[in-house]
């Protein structure tokens, strides 16, 4: 699990919590305070029971029923079957870091190769039980309309179940989070995870916006042959998911090697077409 990353999220998201919740007063005035900082080691009231726990290679509860964004009775597992998955939790009322997640992986699928419903699927869960299918339908349409990704529809899906369905799939991916009575908020951190086709938990990405490359690697990895070509099969020899830092890195050895190769074939090719050309001469 990364040390900083989902820590440093999380204490943002406090920290906007906190902001809507308290006014200070300018200092140097009369009757002035200003509140008190926190100690470094303090863990803040809003993130206790906040955390995004890497769950490497657990199964998620598939069976787990949800509402789709038309209403219609579905299940998870409803998604996964021959592609991997792209799941993020976010809820839909959220008035600022869900939206950025939601952009963030929009933005970033831009670049990659790959055709949501046709190589893989989207899924974004939502872990408020208030929230209704008439709220997804409407997050769905803006984000895809936004992104110019309306052709793509299918492939997104925007989920909204009861609070133990919910529970069930955000426990089993080690996501918790916490109501915030005060600004009537959400404490939680942020980032988007990649399950393979029979839904197992391959790859986190923490954050609000997400490498195009580390996003093409996890997804064809994820995949078990089933995307990518054989350039990304190469690219998946030169770099390794750290799971610490939640992202790819390149492998030295592993790229020297491949250099060392590939000038052997080179200096190969020269010298048979050399030997060729000398032969010709010979015979002419």
Sequence with gaps: MPRLSPLFLAALTATTLASSAYAQQSPGLPGSMEA?????????????GVSFQQRLNTQLPLDTPFKDEYGRDVTLGSY??????LLAFVYFQCPMLCTQVLNGTASSLKPLPFV?????DIVFLSFDPRDTPEAAQAKKSALLADYHQTATADGWHFLTGTE?????????????????????????VSGVLVATPDGRLSRYFYGIEYSPKDLRLALVESGRGTIGSAVDQLLLYCYHYDAAAGRYGAIPMNIIRLGGGMTVLIL?????????????????
Excluded: C
């Design 36 to 48: 008190p900082g926190l100690a470094s080691t303090v863990v803040p009231k809003q993130l206790e």
């Design 80 to 85: 996964f079957s021959k592609k991997p998955v």
């Design 116 to 120: 949501v419903g046709r190589d893989f």
């Design 164 to 188: 133990a369905n919910i529970k069930a799939v955000t426990s089993a991916a080690g996501f918790t989070y916490q109501w915030d009575e005060r600004t009537q908020q959400f404490a939680h």
């Design 268 to 284: 190969g090719g020269f010298i048979w077409l050399a030997l060729r050309k000398d032969s010709a001469v010979a015979h002419a």
